[in-house]
T-cell receptor
Framework: AQTVTQSQPEMSVQEAETVTLSCTYD???????LFWYKQPPSRQMILVIR??????QNATENRFSVNFQKAAKSFSLKISDSQLGDTAMYFC?????????????????FGQGTILTVHP | DTEVTQTPKHLVMGMTNKKSLKCEQH?????MYWYKQKAKKPPELMFV???????INESVPSRFSPECPNSSLLNLHLHALQPEDSALYLC???????????????FGDGTRLSIL
């Protein structure tokens, strides 16, 4: 079974500064995918960034980037130039391909989440 | 704007009522999911449909009954719910995995359900 650990229940940052959210995971799988999702108070779960385990290059999406350390099973999210709209709960998620009923699907395992507050 | 549409956004029902939650997507995804999320907790998987067939039921009580009438629509029928079933119910969809393709799940806004 996979486990995902987010060790920071809450974080805060000043607007325009940089913040890093940590995530570690445990798995025996070799092929998997990692995601960061953002859930603002409006409650929609929004995909922020994704990383394939077989890719060594760290993913980047505008102000969001990850530091993926496969050997250490670490997947941290860096948010640069933080904005008020970044205030949300952030979930780290591990996905493996599972098979059931003759078909396959992506099975997501979420961490417990980190509440990020950006202060003006 | 979300590409996965869930209705209603809010639902209050008594323990003897029968109601349904609806989820719709038009992204051509053939995998659809129901999750239950309690406040400040991660989503918990309930059901997975793949090609309109139920693939996974994560030991969900029978008072929750999923239905996938076509490739774009997913319903969750509710009957005789308990107060502890009050939660945010999220629907998600994705392409079915091909090889080791990266197929993230796209989530709707959810239905906030309150059981009186």
């Amino acid at each position: 079974a996979q486990t995902v650990t987010q060790s920071q229940p809450e974080m805060s940052v000043q607007e325009a500064e940089t913040v890093t959210l940590s995530c570690t995971y445990d798995t025996s799988e070799n092929n998997y995918y990692l995601f960061w999702y953002k859930q603002p108070p409006s409650r929609q779960m929004i995909l922020v960034i994704r990383q394939e385990a077989y890719k060594q290059q760290n993913a980047t999406e505008n102000r969001f980037s990850v530091n993926f350390q496969k050997a250490a099973k670490s997947f941290s999210l860096k948010i640069s130039d933080s904005q008020l709209g970044d205030t949300a709960m952030y979930f780290c998620a591990f996905m493996r391909i599972a098979n059931a009923g003759g078909t396959s699907y992506g099975k997501l395992t979420f961490g417990q989440g980190t509440i990020l507050t950006v202060h003006p | 704007d979300t590409e996965v549409t869930q209705t209603p956004k809010h639902l209050v029902m008594g323990m003897t009522n029968k109601k349904s939650l609806k989820c719709e997507q038009h992204m051509g995804h053939r995998a659809m999911y129901w999750y239950k999320q309690k406040a400040k907790k991660p989503p918990e998987l309930m059901f997975v449909y793949s090609y309109e067939k139920l693939s996974i039921n994560e030991s969900v009580p029978s008072r929750f009954s999923p239905e996938c009438p076509n490739s774009s629509l997913l319903n969750l029928h509710l009957h005789a719910l308990q107060p502890e079933d009050s939660a945010l119910y999220l629907c998600a969809s994705s392409h079915t995995p091909t090889g080791f393709g990266n197929q993230p799940q796209h989530f709707g806004d959810g239905t906030r359900l309150s059981i009186l």
